[in-house]
Each structure stands twice: as C-alpha cells, then as structure tokens.
C-alpha cells in the first residue's frame, strides 16, 4: 500500500531543506523556489537568505525583487525578465548539471500569483525537484503599511484575495466578489485602478487604498474611498507594483475588541 507520508514528504516541507543530499554518490538534482519577501531586504526568511547565501546561480523574478537582497549571494545573478519559461528551466537544468545550488527567487510568496506549478511541471521533464521557501506576501506588507490588520472584528472577518483580468486571464470576479463586503486585496491591478473602482459593488465611501512598494525605501501610501482612490493614484502617477486594499479595515474605526486578551482561560 501506499504510504501517504512519502506523497506529502515529496510535496510539502522538506525539513532537509537546504542540505544537498547524496544519491548514489551523486547531488540530488533539485532546485530551490525561494520567496523574497515584499522587498525590504530584511524581510526574507532565514532559510531563504541561507539559500542565497549558498547559491552557485541565482535566477529571479527582476520587476519586483529588491536588488539589494542579491547582496546575500556570491553566485551569478540572472534577471528573468524576458526569458521564456523554457529559457529559465533549461538555464538551471544546464546548472544542475554541472552540480551547482540554483535558486529561482521571486517576490513576496511565490505560492501568490507565482506561476511555480508550470515552471515545476517543466522541470520534472530535466528530473529536477523544487524545494520551496515561503516569503512573506507583499498583501502582508500592506497591512503594516497600512498600519491595520486585514481582519478585524467587526468589520470584515474575511480576506478576498483576487486580481483583475489582463493578458494572461480573461475575466475577473472582481464585481461578484465586492458584493461580499469583506476586506478585498487586489493583486496585480495598478494600472486599472479606475476600472477596479467602476467595477466593484461597494458604496462609493467604502474606504480603499493603495500600496506601493510596500517595505521598500519608496514606500507610498495613498488612502481614500472607493469614490475618489483611483483619481488620488493617478494624480501621484502610479503605474506599477502596488496592492489595492478595498474595505472598512483601511479606517480602522468602529470595530469590536475581539476579547482575546484579559479573559479567564476557560472562556477563550
Ligand atoms: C506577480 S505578483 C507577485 C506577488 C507576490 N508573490 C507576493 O506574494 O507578494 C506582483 C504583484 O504583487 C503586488 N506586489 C508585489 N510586491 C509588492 C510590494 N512590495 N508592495 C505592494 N504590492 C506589491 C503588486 O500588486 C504586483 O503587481
């Protein structure tokens, strides 16, 4: 019978993560999908910057990685940007095979609008495993931005996380989703920030933000409603690399304690 574990030991965390086994005398040939974080150097995961740190090659996702974070490595540094998935898997196949530590880095966490599953499926055609290391999620980064939590009791228990159609997907959700009321954080919508705000069922006063280069030195906030964010972000020509927060959780006012502190253990 199948033995469960071996299926999530091969898919999940591997706690060997960073050691480079031996199989039959030979390196494993495996590739390490590290997550940056949202930009700010120091907010990479230990074992991420261990990674870099050991790496021989290190290929990442150049619009939204920090430069500054490929201070942790002495490998050779490759941008991404331009290259076909067949490009970038062939580049660590030819790695891999000379025996090298590659790791493919990108922005935030790559399990959010990473496109790790087709680069993992490409490379089992060369027989090369993914270790990943989560990141920390530029949605996140936001909320510190922000300076809010993106649930908060009494305002919005939920977090909707989506994007807006563009090349790479026909049609969005977004307007079906808003209709929920619940804290709405959107990827990936930047340049469509007017569209996004015509689209949404929000009354025009809903709170909504948006974060750019959350973390980063540059960091921008801009905060308004539902009625107004989309000529703010204009205005301060805003194209690029930002979150949309959408909900009563931008204005933080109005919200329940949620009694998690100062209460008798029996009743938690
Ligand atoms: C391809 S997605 C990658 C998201 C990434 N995996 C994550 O977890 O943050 C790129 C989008 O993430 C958002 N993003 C990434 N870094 C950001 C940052 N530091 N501040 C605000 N938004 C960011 C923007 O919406 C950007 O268009």
Same mark, same amino acid.
């Given at each position: 019978?199948?033995?469960p574990?071996?299926?999530?030991?091969?898919?999940?965390?591997?706690?060997?993560?960073?050691?480079?086994?031996?199989?039959?005398?030979?390196?494993?040939?495996?590739?390490?999908?590290?997550?940056?974080?949202?930009?700010?150097?120091?907010?990479?995961?230990?074992?991420?910057?261990?990674?870099?740190?050991?790496?021989?090659?290190?290929?990442?996702?150049?619009?939204?990685?920090?430069?500054?974070?490929?201070?942790?490595?002495?490998?050779?540094?490759?941008?991404?940007?331009?290259?076909?998935?067949?490009?970038?898997t062939?580049?660590?196949?030819?790695?891999v095979?000379?025996?090298?530590?590659?790791?493919?880095l990108?922005?935030?966490?790559?399990?959010?609008?990473?496109?790790?599953?087709?680069?993992?499926?490409?490379?089992?055609?060369?027989?090369?495993?993914?270790?990943?290391?989560?990141?920390?999620?530029?949605?996140?980064?936001?909320?510190?931005?922000?300076?809010?939590?993106l649930?908060?009791?009494?305002?919005?228990d939920?977090?909707?996380?989506?994007?807006?159609?563009?090349k790479?997907?026909?049609?969005?959700?977004?307007?079906?989703?808003?209709?929920?009321?619940?804290?709405?954080?959107?990827?990936?919508? @930047?340049?469509?920030?007017?569209? /996004?705000? +015509? &689209? #949404?069922?929000?009354?025009?006063?809903?709170?909504? *933000?948006? =974060?750019?280069?959350?973390s980063?030195?540059?960091?921008?906030?801009? @905060?308004?409603?539902?009625?107004? /964010?989309? +000529? &703010? #972000?204009?205005?301060?020509?805003?194209?690029?690399? *930002?979150? =949309?927060?959408?909900?009563?959780?931008?204005?933080?006012?109005?919200?329940?304690?949620?009694?998690?502190?100062?209460?008798?253990?029996?009743?938690?």
């Amino acid at each position: 019978m199948k033995d469960p574990k071996s299926d999530s030991a091969k898919l999940g965390h591997d706690f060997g993560i960073g050691t480079e086994k031996k199989r039959n005398g030979q390196m494993e040939r495996k590739v390490y999908f590290v997550g940056a974080g949202p930009g700010n150097p120091k907010l990479i995961t230990v074992l991420g910057r261990e990674m870099l740190e050991k790496a021989d090659l290190v290929i990442y996702a150049g619009s939204l990685v920090n430069p500054e974070i490929l201070n942790y490595t002495k490998g050779k540094t490759v941008d991404s940007y331009g290259l076909t998935l067949e490009e970038t898997t062939k580049m660590i196949a030819d790695a891999v095979d000379l025996e090298k530590v590659v790791v493919r880095l990108h922005s935030g966490d790559p399990s959010l609008y990473g496109a790790i599953i087709e680069q993992m499926e490409e490379l089992k055609k060369y027989d090369i495993r993914v270790e990943r290391i989560s990141g920390v999620s530029s949605v996140f980064a936001s909320a510190v931005a922000l300076g809010t939590q993106l649930t908060l009791n009494g305002i919005s228990d939920t977090l909707i996380i989506t994007r807006p159609a563009g090349k790479t997907m026909e049609k969005d959700l977004i307007t079906e989703l808003s209709a929920y009321n619940t804290t709405m954080a959107i990827f990936l919508g @930047t340049q469509k920030i007017r569209e /996004i705000m +015509e &689209k #949404v069922r929000c009354p025009k006063d809903t709170p909504a *933000a948006l =974060i750019f280069h959350a973390s980063w030195e540059d960091e921008k906030v801009i @905060t308004g409603t539902v009625g107004d /964010i989309a +000529e &703010k #972000v204009e205005d301060a020509g805003i194209m690029r690399s *930002a979150m =949309i927060i959408i909900g009563g959780v931008v204005n933080p006012i109005n919200y329940r304690r949620s009694h998690l502190y100062g209460m008798a253990p029996k009743s938690l």
